[in-house]
């Protein structure tokens, strides 16, 4: 792992809180992500599950995780199973964890190689009344390919076909949602990560650089500090800003254009989202201006009305009526389209046809119950935009916020985001080059 050694406590907590949620005498199992394939004998450095790791702290490939907190004996109460770490294995693949290592990292006492499942699993299995199973219940999923947990849930029904199958998506979507300190702390850690990134993006930007040369400051300042791209970068000079997921980022950013940047540092698999969009040469235009400030003005109000108790679609709403009049200002509607606004067809649509923001932790977007209000420890982004695509620029503004009983609290307000600040900096480095 690139990451420092995470708090056991954490995974003893996570796992603690689940199984007061289940139901007596029931049990549960997580499965790791597949290893997946490229081309010929490739394959893709693994992606850890995020439920597994939430639950043990595990990144290993093949891990699973058996939770039954009312077995008898109190050492098969929670167990997890590993690749056992052969002289073969680790000369082609590398160092694997040891039982006693997974131990320190999950808190859990009882480890088992692989081999050992099987009758593990039967053992549980013909004593308990219930089983949670986990899938990818994200609504947003493709879920076109068959994963680990997938095939486990076919298999457990094969073997065991007269025992009561539950799902466990929702209980994990409930607690994820709410973010410990130890979880917020590991966030706060890939945001200062991600500004470090940005800082490095204001003093490298001028007329002639391309975008990926733009994607390569980035990752230099990510890994340098322990983190990697949390997903994908977009890194969108002139009209490529207006394709939402634009993600070629090949090509040069011209003078007068603006480069709209989304990416986020994770570190400890935990999740940044920060966007911007700045003037390649170092100084708004007018237009440019009136728009960035336009959204800046939507993205700060949104920040403030993200309180304990608002429905996401309430908030998502406000946000719209915001943009609308923001564009009446800048002569994109007229008085007639917003007053003609309606949840079900905005008047912003053409402009602003995205949601404001998502959950975010283990996953950029993080699961969490749809129909839940905002509660306190929700970790939330915060984006709204305004896409001119003739006008040939776009302006997309995002910070991520923590949602507390006392107000929301902004966790980018140290990255800079103000139109004269940006400026600034960008002048500063200019100077010194």
């Given at each position: 792992m690139?990451?420092q050694?995470?708090d056991?406590k954490?995974?003893?907590?996570?796992?603690?809180?689940l199984?007061?949620?289940l139901?007596?005498?029931?049990?549960a199992?997580v499965n790791?992500n597949d290893?997946l394939p490229t081309n010929a004998?490739?394959?893709?450095k693994?992606i850890?599950?995020?439920?597994?790791?939430?639950?043990s702290?595990?990144?290993q490939?093949?891990s699973?995780l058996?939770l039954?907190?009312?077995?008898?004996?109190?050492?098969?109460r929670?167990?997890?199973f590993?690749?056992?770490?052969?002289?073969?294995?680790q000369?082609?693949e590398?160092?694997k964890?040891t039982?006693?290592?997974?131990t320190e990292?999950s808190?859990?006492a009882?480890?088992k190689?692989?081999?050992?499942?099987p009758?593990a699993?039967r053992?549980s299995?013909l004593?308990?009344?219930e089983?949670?199973?986990?899938?990818?219940?994200?609504?947003?999923?493709a879920?076109t390919?068959e994963?680990r947990d997938?095939r486990?849930?076919?298999?457990c029904?094969?073997d065991y076909?007269?025992?009561?199958y539950?799902r466990?998506a929702?209980?994990?979507?409930q607690l994820r949602?709410?973010?410990?300190?130890?979880?917020?702390?590991l966030?706060k850690?890939a945001v200062?990560?991600?500004?470090?990134?940005?800082?490095r993006?204001?003093g490298f930007?001028k007329?002639g650089?391309?975008?990926?040369?733009?994607?390569?400051?980035?990752i230099h300042?990510?890994?340098?500090?322990?983190?990697?791209?949390?997903?994908t970068?977009i890194?969108?000079?002139?009209k490529?800003?207006c394709?939402?997921h634009?993600?070629?980022?090949?090509?040069?950013?011209?003078d007068?254009?603006l480069?709209?940047?989304?990416?986020?540092?994770?570190?400890?698999?935990y999740?940044?989202d920060?966007?911007?969009?700045?003037?390649?040469?170092?100084?708004?235009t007018?237009?440019?201006?009136?728009v960035?400030?336009?959204v800046?003005r939507?993205?700060q109000?949104?920040i403030?009305g993200?309180?304990?108790?608002?429905a996401h679609?309430?908030?998502?709403?406000?946000?719209q009526?915001m943009?609308?009049?923001?564009?009446?200002s800048?002569?994109?509607?007229?008085?007639?389209e917003?007053?003609g606004?309606?949840?079900?067809?905005?008047?912003c649509?053409k402009y602003f046809?995205?949601g404001?923001?998502?959950p975010?932790?283990?996953?950029v977007h993080?699961?969490?119950?749809?129909d839940?209000?905002?509660?306190?420890?929700?970790?939330?982004?915060?984006?709204p935009?305004?896409?001119?695509?003739?006008?040939g620029f776009?302006?997309r503004?995002?910070?991520?916020i923590?949602?507390?009983?006392?107000?929301?609290?902004d966790?980018?307000?140290?990255?800079p985001?103000?139109?004269?600040?940006?400026?600034?900096l960008?002048?500063e480095?200019a100077?010194?080059?």
């Amino acid at each position: 792992m690139r990451h420092q050694a995470l708090d056991s406590k954490l995974f003893v907590e996570n796992r603690a809180k689940l199984t007061s949620m289940l139901p007596k005498n029931a049990m549960a199992i997580v499965n790791a992500n597949d290893v997946l394939p490229t081309n010929a004998d490739g394959s893709i450095k693994i992606i850890p599950n995020a439920d597994l790791f939430y639950l043990s702290g595990i990144e290993q490939e093949e891990s699973i995780l058996l939770l039954h907190p009312d077995a008898y004996e109190p050492k098969n109460r929670e167990v997890l199973f590993l690749r056992e770490p052969t002289e073969l294995l680790q000369i082609w693949e590398g160092q694997k964890l040891t039982q006693e290592r997974a131990t320190e990292i999950s808190g859990i006492a009882t480890v088992k190689w692989l081999k050992d499942f099987p009758l593990a699993l039967r053992d549980s299995m013909l004593s308990a009344d219930e089983v949670f199973l986990n899938t990818n219940e994200h609504r947003r999923a493709a879920a076109t390919v068959e994963t680990r947990d997938d095939r486990f849930v076919s298999q457990c029904k094969q073997d065991y076909p007269l025992h009561t199958y539950r799902r466990l998506a929702p209980l994990l979507h409930q607690l994820r949602a709410v973010k410990s300190d130890l979880e917020i702390d590991l966030i706060k850690k890939a945001v200062d990560i991600t500004r470090k990134g940005f800082l490095r993006v204001l003093g490298f930007l001028k007329p002639g650089v391309t975008e990926f040369e733009i994607e390569a400051e980035l990752i230099h300042e990510y890994t340098r500090n322990r983190g990697a791209f949390a997903y994908t970068p977009i890194i969108a000079s002139g009209k490529n800003a207006c394709g939402l997921h634009y993600i070629d980022n090949d090509q040069v950013c011209e003078d007068g254009d603006l480069v709209l940047i989304d990416t986020g540092s994770n570190y400890g698999n935990y999740n940044s989202d920060l966007t911007r969009t700045i003037p390649v040469n170092g100084r708004f235009t007018k237009r440019q201006r009136d728009v960035y400030d336009a959204v800046l003005r939507v993205m700060q109000a949104s920040i403030e009305g993200a309180v304990v108790g608002k429905a996401h679609r309430d908030w998502q709403h406000e946000a719209q009526l915001m943009i609308n009049e923001e564009l009446l200002s800048l002569g994109l509607l007229t008085k007639d389209e917003v007053a003609g606004h309606t949840r079900e067809k905005p008047a912003c649509k053409k402009y602003f046809m995205h949601g404001l923001g998502h959950p975010m932790g283990l996953d950029v977007h993080d699961v969490a119950p749809v129909d839940a209000p905002f509660a306190p420890g929700w970790v939330l982004t915060v984006e709204p935009g305004i896409y001119l695509p003739d006008e040939g620029f776009a302006v997309r503004l995002e910070n991520d916020i923590l949602i507390t009983e006392d107000g929301p609290v902004d966790l980018m307000k140290d990255i800079p985001v103000e139109a004269d600040h940006i400026e600034s900096l960008m002048q500063e480095a200019a100077a010194k080059r």
